[in-house]
């Protein structure tokens, strides 16, 4: 049997051995959702980029540059980190240099894996069919926030342990406490986050709809895989 295994910090990422693994990587509030957004209303590509200088340069290239700090769009940049500014005719076509507080960290750290692709409640299903499928053990990096665990990342991937219980077996405990989480929050996940540090972030930066958008299930049927250090469809 396939194994899966949760990574609750990037910071944790040195005690799992990814060469040999399909890494899911994850930031529900809101990397990874609008990096899912953008290639779903047809982005060409996403470059994810730890450091936020080297995404601002990808502006002389072309490329829509786009990113946050600490919850804020980055003075400079073209967009910030709000899955709403990455629908349409917004982003069709285009190449997309993008770097925030977690997310992008995240991916960078999950580099050496076999194959990274990029998980959020929008596209759970997609994530789960293709874990399903795949060859590769799997394991799920949860962005945090700043090295520390977080409530949202946490319950993505207690979703996808449920959804797979009956074909992939736990590494460790970290997938069962995941989904035993979810399968308590699962009924409203919005009202179980709702004291959690990054929905009082987002709240005190007066953004509302994006944290009900990102818990929406299934909006989008693409699954988002790095290739070559760049995210396509």
Partial sequence: MKTIDVCLSPEL??????????????????????????LAHGAESITPFAQMEECLNMKTKGYLTSGERDGK?????????????????????????????????????SKGAKEVIIGSFLNLSSVVKYLLLGENNVLIVCAGWKGRVNLEDTLFAGAVVEKLKDYLGPDCDAPLAARHLYNLAKDNMAGFLNDSSHVKRLNRLNIYRDFEFCLSVDQYKILPRLENGVLVA
């Fill in 73 to 109: 769009k980055v003075d400079g940049f073209d967009k910030g980190n709000s899955p709403f500014e990455y629908m349409g005719d917004q982003v069709r076509g285009l190449k997309i240099a993008f770097t925030t507080t977690n997310g992008t960290q995240a991916i960078e750290k």
């Fill in 13 to 38: 990422m040195h005690l799992y051995e990814v060469r040999n693994r399909t890494v899911v990587a994850v930031d529900i509030l809101r990397a990874t959702s609008c990096m899912v957004t953008a």
